[in-house]
């Protein structure tokens, strides 16, 4: 028996091109999705469990509305039509996201509330009208009842494929080579391009909805010029970051400096423009090492960003040697080109993972150990927090070895989980533990940068000067009381930790 819907092989082939081209643009739209939301909320494990339950909910939707829509009116001009719209709602999400974000962002919620209200209010709608294709799409394709099986396992296959090939797309080639914004550009205008070749839109729409386009790419371009002209700014896709560099002026001196960063909370690194002194206050206590290992010879330092620290440490101590692990081959790139990064032969470079690295080093071969590397949104990489990691670095730290280790917790309170749980790693290995308060002036239960010096030995002949001793007098008194277990490989709940501290925060 032939169903009364019937489409001509040439419409076919356009419905099975449709089909595969709009999986790959979800995939597309989705993996972006994540770099479009990380200047403002991250890029945390919540904000990829938001995206994904998010969006799949959306295609749900639009699946269900789809297959009723088809039964009621099959024609190829809705199935265009609902492309138009996925391309218009594209398209605002390019005009809006940052108005958008600025609010999400700000919002006084959990980060999981604000991660998954940003994924709903810029990526459900369009994800609606794209969840549309295939169920109308398959109604239009099947000719007849004894052939439907095969007609829907072939457009699901296509589909299938074609997030796949949108998948590897976005990772390797549209992100790192044109951006997350220009990513945006090429869904938008790709969704327009299906719904102009499956049928005839309204004039006035047509008009409208381009004209929208347009004034988002304008806009989004306009504000990148404005940006780089007042505040050289450079925002830039890696492999694995969203990155911005801008010129911006330091809180505590009024000098100008310039920074970079990967989320929405810190600076990762930063220069002062008028002179090599460490512009960021928690670089500075890495130069402990020299009280608390005096005569050191070798240092291993995990994150690298702008390279500050490390070039200060080749200023300070000449003949010495330190070894960064950076994982982003584009950042150390950047930091050469807009931080000064030289080639000085005792700073010896690595890009690769730092877990990775510490893993395969040789034991017994640091003096000291400079733990410098964050996620998002001033978390501390989870493979890079756990007692596996300590485990670790006490294997490639010499018998009078120190760990000088950056994070952000609270000190007290529910905040200051995260700090639990790596005393509760460090304390079975290191047995001399301190914590310092980089600003000592910001209250304990409020998330703000500590640094924790574990040390194999206890202190003999430390150096201090006068920059020491201003460092050690912020040491906090007293032992911190621990009431959570040392985070591990299986169980690194860094996010929830950080979640919490921040409803701490100032």
């Not at 099947?142 to 052939?147: M, N, V």
Request: net charge neutral; hydrophobic share 45%.
């Amino acid at each position: 028996m032939t169903d009364p819907v019937s489409t001509p092989r040439r419409s076919g082939y356009m419905l099975e091109f449709t089909v595969f081209s709009c999986g790959a643009l979800v995939m597309i739209f989705e993996i972006n999705g994540s770099r479009i939301v990380a200047p403002y909320i991250g890029t945390s494990t919540y904000v990829w469990t938001s995206l994904i339950g998010v969006i799949l909910a959306a295609l749900s939707l639009g699946y269900w509305w789809g297959g009723t829509m088809a039964d009621r009116r099959p024609d190829g001009k809705l199935l265009a039509l609902a492309l138009f719209a996925a391309g218009t709602l594209v398209a605002a999400t390019i005009l809006l996201k940052d108005v958008i974000l600025s609010i999400v962002g700000a919002f006084p919620a959990g980060l999981e509330l604000r991660s998954v209200l940003a994924s709903t209010l810029l990526f459900a709608p369009a994800s609606v009208a794209l969840g549309f294709v295939i169920p109308y799409a398959t109604k239009l394709r099947i000719s007849s009842l004894a052939d439907s099986g095969t007609t829907v396992g072939r457009l699901f296959a296509l589909s299938t494929i074609g997030s796949i090939v949108g998948t590897f797309a976005a990772g390797f080639v549209l992100i790192p080579f044109i951006g997350s914004s220009r990513t945006l550009y090429f869904v938008a205008g790709s969704l327009f391009a299906l719904a102009f070749a499956l049928g005839s839109i309204n004039s006035k729409k047509t008009v409208a909805a381009l004209s929208l386009f347009v004034v988002a790419i304008a806009s989004n371009e306009l504000t990148l010029v404005f940006m780089s002209r007042t505040a050289n700014l450079i925002d830039t896709d890696t492999s694995y970051n969203r990155v911005r560099i801008f010129d911006t002026i330091h809180q505590e001196t009024g000098r100008p400096i310039k920074a970079i960063t990967t989320d929405p909370t810190t600076a990762q690194s930063a220069r002062f423009l008028d002179s090599d002194e460490l512009a960021l206050a928690y670089t500075k206590y890495y130069h402990l090492v020299r009280h608390y290992h005096p005569g050191f010879e070798r240092v291993l330092m995990i994150g690298g960003a702008g390279y500050s620290f490390p070039q200060d440490f080749t200023r300070e101590y000449p003949g010495r040697q330190i070894d960064v692990v950076e994982i982003d081959p584009a950042m150390t790139q950047l930091a050469r080109e807009h931080f000064g990064l030289g080639g000085d032969p005792a700073l010896h470079i690595v890009h690769q993972d730092g877990r990775i690295f510490l893993n395969h080093a040789p034991s017994n071969t640091y003096d000291a150990v400079l733990m410098d590397a964050f996620g998002s949104s001033f978390s501390v990489p989870f493979q890079l927090a756990t007692f596996e990691t300590a485990i670790q670095i006490h294997r490639v730290t010499n018998e009078n070895g120190i760990v000088i280790f950056n994070i952000g917790s609270a000190v007290t309170g529910p905040g200051s989980l995260f700090l639990q749980s790596q005393l509760a790693a460090y304390r079975d290995l290191f047995p001399y533990i301190s914590v310092f308060k980089v600003r000592p002036h910001v209250a304990d239960d409020r998330l703000q940068n500590l640094i924790l010096v574990a040390s194999k030995r206890v202190i003999v002949n430390g150096e201090i000067d006068e920059d020491i001793s201003r460092m050690l007098a912020t040491r906090i008194e007293g032992e911190i009381p621990v009431t959570v277990a040392a985070a591990t490989d299986d169980l690194s709940p860094v996010e929830r930790y950080l979640s919490i501290a921040q409803g701490y925060r100032p």
